[in-house]
């Protein structure tokens, strides 16, 4: 079971370098969500997809992009890197529809990023 | 701005004490879910709570819904070495139903 795919799992980007998170998940999810976390705290929501079409912000949107590519993808990009854009990097995905409540967050293992 | 503030920050007891984590906002939530995150790892379901009021207990863990759905408590009895780890409250907004929001984060260590 895949479950929620990221990659790179690492990655190291010189001040000004662009590149794309990749995000793809096996669950059939209607939703999808970024998450950064920086070192020994929670995690705060960059930009999120209630559905294949849609996306929106969350509370630290700047800086970043985002791509809803099909159902199962989700990708995050950086246009130009800063320092500050150092952290761990979560997708997440989960089905919500009209007859379910909250519903489990699935998580991938993570993109650890710095940027010199 | 993060919506959910969590306290304590940190936390370190000793096996066998008990413990109480808190979770609080000024806004109201239509569910509050509760993960715990080990090093390296995605944070893990522990519990969902959906109505004000609500209590529900995970064997050690007691998990708390505050009555007008703006705050919650996790209560664990007995800490073990195993329950080490980074315990996060998340909520969904009553707005915007797809939008999860995640608190500061309480990172527990429990030694023996």
């Known amino acids: 079971n895949a479950g929620v795919t990221q990659t790179p799992k690492f990655q190291v980007l010189k001040t000004g370098q662009s590149m794309t998170l990749q995000c793809a998940q096996d669950?059939?999810?209607?939703?999808m969500y970024w998450y950064r976390q920086d070192p020994g705290m929670g995690l705060r929501l960059i930009y999120y997809s209630a559905s294949e079409g849609t996306t929106d912000k969350g509370e630290v949107p700047n800086g970043y992009n985002v791509s809803r590519l099909n159902k199962r993808e989700f990708s995050l990009r950086l246009e130009s890197a800063a320092p500050s854009q150092t952290s761990v990097y979560f997708c997440?995905?989960?089905?919500?529809?009209?007859?379910?409540?909250?519903?489990?967050?699935?998580f991938g293992q993570g993109t650890r990023l710095t940027v010199v | 701005t993060q919506l959910l503030e969590q306290s304590p920050q940190f936390l370190s007891i000793q096996e066998g004490e008990n413990l109480t984590v808190y979770c609080n906002s000024s806004?109201?939530?239509?569910?509050l879910q509760w993960y715990r995150q080990e090093p390296g790892e995605g944070p893990v379901l522990l519990v969902t709570v959906v109505t004000g009021g609500e209590v529900k207990k995970l064997k050690r863990l007691t998990f708390q819904f505050g009555d007008a759905r703006k705050d919650s408590s996790l209560h664990i009895t007995a800490a073990q070495p195993g329950d080490t780890g980074l315990y996060l409250c998340a909520g969904e907004s009553t707005g915007t139903a797809s939008k999860l929001t995640f608190g500061t984060g309480t990172r527990l260590q429990v030694t023996l």
């Open positions: 997440a995905s989960r089905e919500l529809g009209w007859y379910k409540g909250n519903t489990e967050a699935f």
């Open positions: 669950m059939n999810h209607n939703s």
């Open positions: 806004s109201v939530f239509s569910s």
